[in-house]
């Protein structure tokens, strides 16, 4: 499968990657966060790749009733790594002029994270690996997000799909499990 891009020339799609199994429930709050970025926002060059490895809930049926640009590619592996689904993913955007965002199911965005992306990533010139914080979705709902913070970001990163590639990608031979390809 190929993610091909259908943009504004002005504005360079996002595509937001992210390497998946079994967490339907996540997975729903993250693509509604998403929807509501993109309608309060107007954003139309947004898409989200999910590299799914067999998970008993099909991601597509989860996405469905959600209104926004998603894909669904099947990894072909049960074991899940997070580095072989994210190379996966940026493999299959064919514009090397995309920028390609690297997410996790469980991160809960600002509505304008699109902005900040773009207002952050430079081709040629620089990458963005936002600083994150940590929280449960509990306390999101609550309104509590002062867990603590993580300098390495979670493994988010934001490039233009051409930069990513020139500095070798990810590998999933050295990373064979889910942490560490975000700092290795």
Known sequence: VVLRSNWNAQQPPIVMIMAYKNEPDSLKRFLERIAEAVNTTKETALRVLIIDFESKVDPATVAAPIPIECRVIQHGSKTFSRAGGLERGVHAVENDN??????????????????????????GRRVFCPVCQRATWEKIQQGKVSDSWFPAGLGMFGAFKSDFVQVGSYNPQKFTHSGGEDVG
Do not use: G, S
């Not at 690297?102 to 773009?118: E, G, H, N, S, T």
């Open 98 to 123: 995309d920028i390609i965002f690297a997410v996790d199911v469980d991160m809960y965005l600002p509505l304008d994270f699109m902005k900040r992306i773009r207002n952050r990533v430079a081709q």
